[in-house]
Nanobody
Framework: QVQLVESGGGLVQAGGSLRLSCAAS????????MGWYRQAPGKQRELVAI???????NYADSVKGRFTISRDNTKNTVYLQMNSLKPEDTAVYLC???????????????WGKGTLVTVSS
């Protein structure tokens, strides 16, 4: 059974910073990609940032230059450093891992339960 647990959300003033973490536990063969999504009230879930094997990253245009995604493969953990936060960054942030449970199986999506980030103006 694979579990993803996020931490690091909270309330911050505009211009401030937060660092999110998401750690996977369980019987994992490999993690192909780690990503962060967010969902604001009344809006669709959107990709914030993703990092794949080899370290290549991709960001939503709205967070480029402000957010940085990184991963620690030894800890099966992904981080999202969020700087210069804006009120429009307020959302529930969810991590998503594409995990292979064995070398004979393709990757599957696993989601964390989410952590709330609130940015006040």
């Amino acid at each position: 059974q694979v579990q993803l647990v996020e931490s690091g959300g909270g309330l911050v003033q505009a211009g401030g910073s937060l660092r999110l973490s998401c750690a996977a536990s369980g019987s994992i063969f490999s993690i192909n990609a780690m990503g962060w999504y967010r969902q604001a009230p009344g809006k669709q879930r959107e990709l914030v940032a993703i990092i794949i094997e080899g370290g290549r990253t991709n960001y939503a245009d709205s967070v480029k230059g402000r957010f940085t995604i990184s991963r620690d493969n030894t800890k099966n953990t992904v981080y999202l450093q969020m700087n210069s936060l804006k009120p429009e960054d307020t959302a529930v942030y969810l991590c998503n891992f594409k995990i292979r449970l064995s070398p004979y199986r393709s990757g599957m999506d696993y989601w964390g339960k989410g952590t709330l980030v609130t940015v006040s103006s």
